[in-house]
């Protein structure tokens, strides 16, 4: 596509102004042939020749025609592909390219409005990646898990790949919240995302659901890859360094479940909550799974 520099026939002594530029288009327009006309009626032979007169008028009245309509579209060009590159952003997402070789307040207005869109879409994606995290831990957040596993139920319906959701809360957290003071709270509750995200694999994902409550995803694992992943979990637990200088050591109860074809999301989180629920009444430090308890302390 050649692209106008000054996107207008005007010459440039009739400045880089968008809008001077648009009056002086409608001054030519009105004025050309109001001049032909008031010459052709003062000419000396105007009543010997008033065909000739008419078609004079008629003629310049033509190429003035002519000339505005390519002026019009000449200055009406840059305001076309500026609406084109803002509908395009609007309606996918996608910043396309703008000519960067237009002039005065137009080229201006193309490279803000460039440079704007850029900033708008960079904080717009920062704004949706923050949306989805937990501040304190750094891990996706219960909203935005909640339809992540909504999605991977409706991939692993579909593809027929098992998977198990864990239920995960730390033992007497409450208890060490009290004594110790949120801070020390906050501390424990970092160190044990940070645990929990060196244990998983790639493709499993981690949530903090609420409070001391923490959900994991294990994509294509059964109840058997399920229990291999807890124990590393408790494991880890069991033989890391004190949490804290207080001296204290974390314990954490799991509940898990692994997905039946047609099961939707709360379905699935009621039955690894249940199961959790069932490890803390039998003692907290161990895991529940569908068959009962699986790993004791």
Not at 186 to 212: H, Q, S, T
Request: charged share 25%; glycine share 6%.
């Amino acid at each position: 596509m050649v692209v106008m520099k000054r996107f207008s026939v005007l010459p440039p002594s009739s400045t880089n102004s968008f809008t001077r530029k648009a009056l002086n288009t409608a001054l030519i327009t009105t004025l050309v042939p109001l001049v032909v006309l008031s010459i052709a009626l003062l000419s000396p032979h105007s009543s010997e020749t008033p065909y000739v007169q008419v078609c004079l008028v008629a003629f310049t009245t033509a190429i003035t025609a002519i000339f505005t309509i390519v002026e019009v579209r000449n200055l009406l060009k840059p305001v076309e592909q500026l609406a084109g590159f803002v509908d395009k952003y609007v309606s996918t997402g996608e910043i396309t390219d703008l000519p960067e070789d237009y002039e005065g307040d137009m080229g201006t207005l193309m490279r803000e409005t460039k440079s704007t869109v850029i900033r708008l879409d960079h904080s717009t994606k920062e704004l949706a990646e923050a949306s989805k995290v937990d501040v304190l831990t750094g891990l996706q957040n219960r909203r935005f898990s909640a339809q992540r596993l909504q999605q991977d139920l409706a991939r692993a319906n579909r593809t027929q790949t098992p998977l198990t959701l864990v239920a995960i809360d730390l033992d007497d957290f409450k208890h060490l919240n009290d004594k110790y003071g949120t801070a020390v709270g906050d501390v424990c509750l970092k160190y044990f995302a940070d645990l929990l995200k060196y244990c998983v694999r790639e493709g499993d994902w981690i949530a903090r659901w609420g409070g001391d409550e923490f959900l994991l995803l294990l994509w294509d694992a059964d109840s058997r890859h399920a229990e291999a992943i807890i124990n590393r979990i408790r494991l880890r637990l069991a033989t890391s360094e004190m949490v804290h200088e207080a001296g204290l050591r974390l314990t954490a109860s799991f509940g898990y479940t692994t997905h039946a074809p047609g099961d939707l999301n709360f379905e699935l989180f009621a039955k690894a909550d249940a199961a959790l629920y069932r490890a803390k009444r039998l003692g907290r430090n161990q895991a529940v799974g569908p068959a009962g308890v699986s790993a004791r302390h």
